[in-house]
């Protein structure tokens, strides 16, 4: 069974970097879409990054700037750095991709940013 194995949350301080991973556990053919949400507590889970298979590139407001959404299609695998992070970036970030047949989710990672 495919699914998204996800890796790279932590804490860190304010200012600070990660860099988040996923790879798909199986082989799933033509993902045309990749993506990054992250819910913050509190409130709804909203889009933090997504990229095309034709390359074409779309960052929620907040993180424009400071955030890059990195694909491989070739190894179904993407990732997502993040810089500048500040500690309203804090929540639980979540991987999504989708093929014509399916559509998959990582289990969430927390990523906690705090002194």
């Known amino acids: 069974q495919v699914g998204l194995v996800e890796s790279g949350g932590g804490s860190v301080q304010p200012g600070g970097s990660l860099r988040l991973s996923c790879v798909a556990s199986g082989s799933v053919d033509n993902i045309y879409l990749m993506a990054w949400y992250r819910q913050s507590p509190g409130q709804e889970r909203e889009l933090v990054a997504s990229?095309?298979?034709?390359?074409?590139?779309n960052y929620g407001d907040s993180v424009k700037g400071r955030f890059t959404i990195v694909r491989d299609g070739a190894k179904n695998t993407m990732f997502l750095e993040m810089t500048r992070l500040k500690p309203e970036d804090t929540g639980v970030y979540y991987c999504?991709?989708?093929?014509?047949?399916?559509?998959?989710w990582g289990q969430g990672m927390q990523v906690t940013v705090s002194l």
């Open positions: 990229k095309t298979s034709g390359g074409f590139t």
């Open positions: 999504n991709m989708m093929s014509p047949r399916t559509e998959l």
